[in-house]
């Protein structure tokens, strides 16, 4: 017995250890990101240290001042003024698509649902030049419609996908005995379901944060006016408008700019890995 049980715990030290080293080097990236903010592009070019010769925040204050038209916070504020609504109306409009998919039964059902899913084969590349043009005749562009509308339409198949795949796992009896008390479609979505999506619903809402929050190509497209652009756009933006670039700086912006999302995904992540195992392995 003693022998056993000497055998697990070492195996569950050398465990955890490995885990540690994986982590270690995957979050190395963003700690030399941080160390190398406040550096000066002498100390990053020339010396291979990870700390810094001294700490000194004025890399964080000269850069959150941005190019001297917009400060960061205004950038900041254009993020989630986009990503937000976004991250929302998906959540909604994948929920009610998901919803209609997986509990109604109407005609040419299947024939919709296969057309879902042939939607995610589709490169993003190949719809560009017609959404530009579509949105451009529309007065669309330089504004934030071309992400808003197509969230609140449920245009990414994927999240459709994702719940439908997580409601398949939850008995349709629920529905049933909800029906019996007198409840409508729309409240058993809202008061039976709803709590049970949880999961899903974090996961899906941590995606679509994720990449919005992340997508430059898009907003670089539909966007073209500074008092409207986004932290990715003005990071960008920073590396063009100096002849030499100050890498402290944008090294300082960078890690702010990543920390929102860090915070999120550690907050959630209870709910995210919960949701993702789920609506894998219930279909």
């Not at 195996?11 to 000066?40: D, E, H, Q």
């Not at 929302?88 to 040419?108: D, H, I, M, N, P």
């Not at 944008?250 to 702010?256: E, G, L, P, Q, R």
Request: hydrophobic share 50%.
């Amino acid at each position: 017995m003693l022998a056993k049980r000497k055998n697990k715990t070492v195996n569950r030290v050398f465990t955890y250890l490995l885990i540690a080293v994986i982590g270690l080097a995957l979050l190395y990236p963003i700690i030399w990101m941080f160390f190398a903010s406040f550096k000066t592009n002498e100390e990053i070019y020339g010396s291979t240290r990870l700390l810094p010769a001294g700490f000194s925040f004025h890399n964080f204050v000269d850069g959150w001042k941005g190019n001297g038209v917009y400060t960061y916070a205004r950038y900041f504020f254009n993020t989630f003024k986009l990503v937000i609504p976004v991250t929302l109306l998906t959540l909604v409009s994948s929920t009610l698509a998901a919803y209609a998919f997986e509990r109604f039964r109407f005609r040419g059902k299947n024939i919709l649902f296969a057309v879902m899913i042939a939607l995610l084969m589709l490169p993003n590349s190949v719809l560009m030049i017609p959404r530009y043009s579509m949105y451009s005749g529309w007065g669309w562009i330089n504004t934030y419609l071309p992400f808003y509308v197509p969230a609140a339409l449920a245009s990414n198949s994927f999240f459709i996908y994702m719940l439908v795949q997580f409601l398949h796992g939850i008995p349709g009896e629920l529905d049933e005995s909800a029906c019996i008390d007198g409840c409508g479609s729309f409240r058993i979505l809202v008061q039976i379901l709803l709590p049970l999506m949880k999961p899903a619903l974090f996961s899906a809402g941590l995606f679509q944060f994720m990449w919005t929050y992340n997508d430059y190509l898009n907003q670089l497209i539909f966007i073209n006016s500074g008092e409207k652009y986004t932290v990715s756009l003005a990071l960008r933006m920073s590396l063009d408008a100096e002849a030499i670039v100050n890498w402290g700086k944008v090294m300082a912006i960078s890690f702010i700019a990543v920390l929102p999302l860090m915070i999120l995904f550690f907050a959630a992540q209870k709910y995210f890995v919960e949701g993702i195992a789920t609506s894998g392995l219930k279909g």
